[in-house]
């Protein structure tokens, strides 16, 4: 009986020695298969251009590039290099939109506090007043091939994005004007803040899965 067990015993021994030979096996041929297909593609660094703005928001393509960069920096695919010479594809891209459109109103009477709303009844009555608002980025990149093989064309990938959020509008009845301007700019770039980091980890995804 004792030497059966410890028969079996040895077989389990051995059963679970294979098991982690075929784990581990797989575990090294999914980790060289992605790296043999970025080899193939010949991308292992990557230079990102200062992106175009071509919204009405002054400024925009900075934090968006600085989203992307902070998004890609964490990837072990690629490396970001500093000029683009030294890379093997360049990855440029474009903001379209930048911009907030109304998404919500409400009549000025109807508007807290109760007591301005019963001031400027009279004055504002029915008057459409904004109470909140969405924002809206778009954007669009493209992947280039700095050397590509021979035969095969520069374009590596190309997508655009698109992504919005609502922020609520800052009326301020008891004080002149209904809305404040500088308020609602404000929440406006805190929106496009988050908008940014949203999009570009897509960006990221979205581009890395091309490998």
Known sequence: ??????????????????????????GYTLQASRDTNLEKEGVRRLY?????????KSGVQNLVYNSLLRALSGSESVRLVSRPEEADAILGGTVNVARYDVRSTAAAKD???KDAGRRFETVLGNI???????????????LN??????????????????QSKPFAGANQLSTPGTTSALINESEFDRALGDLATQMMADVRENMLARF
């Open 128 to 142: 459409r007043v904004a109470t909140s608002y969405l924002a809206i980025l778009e954007c669009s990149f493209m």
């Open 1 to 26: 009986m004792a030497r059966g067990l410890v028969e079996i015993f040895q077989m389990n021994r051995l059963l679970l020695c294979l098991v982690l030979i075929v784990v581990s096996g797989c």
């Open 145 to 162: 091939h700095r050397h590509p093989p021979s035969g095969k064309p520069a374009k590596l990938w190309g997508a655009s994005f698109s």
């Open 111 to 113: 508007l807290p506090p």
């Open 48 to 56: 990102v251009t200062p992106l175009v703005n071509n919204s009405y």
